[in-house]
Structure formats: structure tokens, C-alpha cells
């Protein structure tokens, strides 16, 4: 059983920053992040492959939001810069054990398998 553990999140004014973490993830998985608003459904970020080497993101982050990870800490990034208020959400980080399946078709929530309990991101304006 994988325990996902986020941290990080936190309030922050826009404009500014946050780096969120995921710890006990392993470099046999592929990793996301996922955000969910009140009153929408949750929705993929950026997704990682195990080893780094191919990322992914939501259009709307892009250019703003940086997915990493360091295999030999267990442990995947979001480095959050130019936040906006419309990025206030509860932040999930989600595993799936793979090293084959692209991470450009792993953008849904039934494509991972574990999920840490979230980390709450709050945007002043």
C-alpha cells in the first residue's frame, strides 16, 4: 500500500509563489498533481514519468507551474510561481505504477491508483 503525503500548501498572495511537495512516492511510478475547486470536479495539473525525463501540464498552468522529482528522496514537486486567485483549490498527488505508459495519456483520475489526502492552496487577490 502507497502512503502519499503532500505539504506546502498554504495562503499566499497573487502573484507569489508555493512549492508543494508529495513524499513516499518510488521511481517505479508515474506521478501527478491534481486540483480540485469548491463546486468543480478535480483536475489533472502536471503529470511526471518515473524518471523525470517527460512531464506534462494543464494549459492552464503552463508557463507558471513546474513539475520535479528526486528519486533518491521519494519524493515529487510543484514549484507554483505567479499564482492567481483561480488557482485556490485542495491539491492531490496521485501515483500510478508504471514505467511504460506515457505520461501525456495518464490525464484522468482513473488513471493513477493512489492518492495522498491533499494539501489546501489558498490564492488572495
Known amino acids: 500500500q502507497v502512503q502519499l503525503v503532500e505539504s506546502g500548501g498554504g495562503l499566499v498572495q497573487a502573484g507569489g509563489s508555493l512549492r508543494l511537495s508529495c513524499a513516499r512516492t518510488t521511481s517505479s511510478y508515474a506521478m501527478a498533481w491534481f486540483r480540485q475547486a469548491p463546486g468543480k470536479e478535480r483536475a489533472v495539473v502536471a503529470g511526471?514519468?518515473?524518471?523525470?525525463?517527460?512531464?506534462n501540464y494543464a494549459d492552464s498552468v503552463t508557463g507558471r507551474f513546474s513539475i520535479s522529482r528526486d528519486n533518491a528522496k521519494n519524493t515529487v514537486y510543484l514549484q507554483m510561481n505567479s499564482l492567481k486567485p483561480e488557482d485556490t483549490a485542495v491539491y492531490y498527488c496521485a501515483a500510478k505504477p508504471t514505467r511504460l505508459t506515457p505520461i501525456m495519456v495518464l490525464t484522468t483520475e482513473r488513471s493513477y491508483e493512489y492518492w495522498g489526502q491533499g494539501t489546501q492552496v489558498t490564492v488572495s487577490s
Open positions: 511526471i514519468n518515473w524518471s523525470g525525463s517527460s512531464t
